[in-house]
């Protein structure tokens, strides 16, 4: 299990939360994804035999929200 | 249709200036008597603004979340199906407008945790083999590379200087402003400032896991850890938005009001009630991260605010943790010289008591330096026996004066007696055979403790209780001097734990302050947990607050702090769920529709944002 943790753009709303949420936690792969509403955050454990932390990244581009970095932290 | 999205999301706040100025145009067409172009007017300004809204709530529909811009679209639509541009240019006006004044208001609550995240080093200039430095990424550093940092340049790593000396400013890491001066084989913190000098750094901890980079994670994963209150109103969201969806849908079948039907809709938003509670802690704790005091999220708040019992661990907490010369008792004619002499003989050992000694006469500017030493003799369990500049020095207890056949009168021995009651230890000084000074030595109260604590009661503290492993007449001493009404002394760690369970097991809130690494199990315990000592993992991670420059200043702003919050939460809860009652009774008599009721509910959300900044700028006075 890897971490990926993204920095977007400011989030304002409480439902922004709840559709990266949900949309993540939807991929296949992917446990644990934790939104940050006040940082701004998202991260996600996912399994880096089925996704890469660059395809999260693109799922939440796709719900309308730039991700400004993208880091990947292996399990030690 | 991916791209079109991307641009409208991108361009909404055009969108919401284009389509207030369309309403403008439209109502001055409606005035100078020209309809057509007011209708234009308001059917352009409803589709541009709608665009975005739709987007949203289909986005969120795909997610199998009915968001609020889901219940705004289906009342948009609905008023444009029958006709009423108006009404639906201006809800979806007010409603993009809003979204956009919370997103300003709410980036200021947000903006001490900004500030601190900014903070962060991003880049090391890592030493190669050839002497040479390469510029690169915090995240890339590996432990043992060594990085070079000069004259105003951040420490990029957490590490010990291997060469080189300067003036760090620490203030990132452990809240004090003041330069400390470190040299070769000093542990730096990534964060810290390096104001004056060239220092070469081997890294021991880089990137995500140096002191700095936790403390930014504690606090940014603290400003979303939720309260009780908060997950409940959460829940409550998740069914609320649409259960107005369903009540709409009946009252619409009811009354046979499509107008009605989509006026509920619209006023059934949850703005207020959803944002109140989170934006006030996040405005709190974002507050206690500015002034040195870290506090781990909504429910550390909400407990805090409620604890009635403090519990203090003595040495190190409301002690300095270390002893110094607190009484002196002079019979001595000549007392400088006396104290030259002591702190000649003294000055060559290692014993804390010795040491403290050492210092008090340093304090003093009495010189010593230049006395000699024919003969030292150190007699364990007893004291120190000498000759300095041909006069015979004994500086230790009762029992090598008695050895030296030295007495004590009465007021000597009462003197004697009475700071051993008062906890200290004590040293006699007889200088030819006559007895010359009693110096108390204790661990000192820190100063401002005494104030704190009284401060403290009269916000709302009702018991203070002092555990400490210290004996029984020391810690009675320092208790009576505090006011602190209840001590238990000579306790292990474990006892202290059980301590911490009997006050609780009475019904009182408990947060124990301990110094964050042996008393980490009643940190742990107590009901809220608050360690003193910035910047070491132990404390950072197993309290719910920490204090970072460890003073009592920081410990009454925090409990001011959190009653402060707590309190700011209900008011805006209260404000919410008022703006629902004043919503509904205007709807019932006829006074509230789609427009101004929109109006209502986006001002009612900036109202509670407001109030939550004022959080921003509280001091405890």
Redo the contacts between chains.
């Keep these: 299990m890897a971490k990926a943790i993204m920095q977007l753009d400011?989030l304002?709303?409480?439902?922004c939360m709840?559709?990266i949420q949900?949309?993540l936690a939807?991929q296949k792969g992917v446990s644990d994804v934790k939104v940050?509403?006040?940082?701004s955050?998202v991260k996600a454990n996912f399994d880096e035999q089925v996704t890469t932390a660059d395809a999260l990244a693109e799922v939440v581009d796709?719900?309308?929200y730039s991700v400004l970095s993208l880091?990947v932290?292996q399990p030690q | 249709m991916m791209k079109f999205e991307r641009y409208i999301q991108q361009h909404t706040n055009q969108l919401t200036l284009a389509t207030g100025l369309l309403i403008i145009l439209g109502f001055i067409s409606q005035f100078s008597g020209i309809g057509i172009l007011k209708t234009i007017s308001f059917i352009v300004a409803s589709l541009l603004a709608a665009t975005p809204i739709v987007i949203r709530a289909y986005e969120a529909l795909r997610v199998k979340v009915i968001s609020i811009e889901l219940l705004v679209s289906i009342a948009v639509i609905g008023a444009f199906v029958i006709g009423e541009f108006d009404e639906s240019a201006i809800v979806t006006f007010l409603f993009l407008f809003g979204s956009f004044l919370e997103e300003k208001t709410l980036a200021k609550t947000r903006h001490s945790i900004k500030a601190l995240t900014e903070m962060a080093p991003t880049t090391a200039a890592v030493l190669q083999a050839d002497g040479t430095t390469v510029e690169t990424d915090v995240d890339d550093v590996e432990v043992g590379d060594h990085v070079l940092v000069k004259t105003g340049a951040q420490v990029p790593v957490d590490g010990v200087i291997a060469s080189g000396d300067g003036y760090l400013n620490e203030s990132s890491v452990t809240g004090e402003a003041k330069l400390v001066h470190k040299g070769a084989a000093a542990e730096v913190f990534s964060g810290t400032i390096l104001d004056n000098g060239t220092l070469q750094i081997e890294a021991t901890k880089v990137g995500d896991d140096t002191t700095f980079a936790k403390i930014i994670e504690l606090v940014e994963e603290a400003q979303d850890t939720k309260s009780t209150a908060e997950k409940f109103i959460d829940r409550f969201a998740t069914y609320y938005t649409p259960a107005v969806l369903v009540i709409a849908l009946i009252v619409g079948l009811i009354s046979r009001d499509f107008k009605l039907a989509i006026t509920v809709l619209v006023l059934g938003c949850p703005g207020a009630l959803v944002i109140g509670a989170p934006v006030s802690n996040v405005a709190g704790i974002g507050n206690g991260a500015k002034n040195g005091v870290l506090i781990k999220g909504g429910e550390v708040v909400d407990t805090f605010a409620k604890v009635d019992t403090l519990v203090f661990d003595k040495t190190g907490t409301l002690t300095e943790g270390k002893t110094a010369v607190t009484a002196v008792e002079n019979e001595a004619a000549d007392p400088q010289r006396v104290l030259a002499l002591v702190a000649k003989v003294e000055s060559a050992s290692d014993h804390p008591l010795a040491r403290a000694v050492v210092a008090y006469v340093d304090q003093q500017q009495i010189a010593f330096q230049q006395l000699t030493v024919t003969a030292s003799n150190t007699i364990k369990g007893q004291g120190i026996a000498a000759i300095v500049d041909q006069q015979h020095v004994l500086v230790g207890n009762e029992k090598l004066l008695a050895a030296h056949h030295v007495t004590l009168n009465d007021t000597q021995k009462a003197t004697l007696h009475q700071q051993q009651q008062a906890g200290s230890s004590t040293v006699i000084v007889a200088v030819e055979q006559q007895v010359q000074l009693i110096m108390g030595i204790a661990d000192v109260i820190r100063p401002e403790v005494k104030g704190a604590l009284a401060a403290l009661k009269r916000q709302g503290i009702q018991h203070l209780v002092m555990l400490t492993g210290d004996n029984a007449l020391t810690a009675q001493d320092v208790a009576d001097q505090l006011g602190i009404e209840e001590v238990h002394a000579n306790l292990l760690p474990e006892e202290k734990v059980e301590q911490v369970k009997a006050l609780q097991a009475q019904g009182r809130k408990v947060a124990f302050i301990g110094d964050g690494i042996n008393d980490s199990p009643s940190i742990a315990t107590a009901d809220i947990g608050i360690a003193m000592g910035g910047g070491t993992d132990v404390a950072v991670e197993t309290s719910d607050i920490v204090l970072m420059r460890s003073s009592f200043g920081e410990l009454r702003h925090a409990y001011g702090l959190a009653k402060k919050t707590v309190a700011n939460l209900r008011e805006n809860i209260i404000l919410a769920i008022g703006t629902v009652v004043f919503l509904l009774i205007g709807l019932v008599f006829g006074y509230i529709y789609m427009a101004s009721g929109m109006f209502v509910h986006e001002a009612s959300i900036l109202v509670v944002i407001f109030n939550a900044m004022r959080l921003i700028r509280f001091h405890t006075k």
């Design positions: 400011g304002s709303c409480p439902s709840q559709k949900g949309a939807q940050l509403f006040n940082a955050k796709r719900l309308g880091k932290k």
